[in-house]
Nanobody
Framework: EVQLVESGGGLVQAGGSLRLSCAAS????????IGWFRQAPGKEREGVSC????????YYADSVKGRFTISSDNAKNTFYLQMNTLQPEGTAVYYC?????????????????????WGQGTQVTVST
């Protein structure tokens, strides 16, 4: 069974940084798009970033552009979300997700139904 396991969440002050990791098993990501999503209390799940197998195939939500960086180590089936200059609005459960058979992100990268596999989520809390 495919499993995605997030880690790296925690409590940080506004302006601080965290790096989230997602370890995959039972699946390889050489031909898969990988996304990070987040869900704040009382809000819908929203896309944060997506990375595909092609160089430069990366998307970010406008709200995190310039502050967050997505990366992938396909050899280890692990991908990351480096989050800098965190703001209170970033408080949410963060999820990694995979779209099997999709080699690149597209303009609809933020669409939840495009991802078949999801991790359990990791809590990020940004204090004021």
């Amino acid at each position: 069974e495919v499993q995605l396991v997030e880690s790296g969440g925690g409590l940080v002050q506004a302006g601080g940084s965290l790096r989230l990791s997602c370890a995959a098993s039972g699946f390889t990501f050489d031909e898969n798009a990988i996304g990070w999503f987040r869900q704040a209390p009382g809000k819908e799940r929203e896309g944060v970033s997506c990375i595909g197998s092609s160089d430069g195939n990366i998307y970010y939500a406008d709200s995190v552009k310039g502050r967050f960086t997505i990366s992938s180590d396909n050899a280890k089936n692990t991908f990351y979300l480096q989050m800098n200059t965190l703001q209170p609005e970033g408080t949410a459960v963060y999820y990694c997700a995979a779209a099997p058979g999709v080699s690149r992100c597209n303009r609809a990268w933020w669409s939840v139904p495009m991802y078949n596999y999801w991790g359990q989520g990791t809590q990020v809390t940004v204090s004021t």
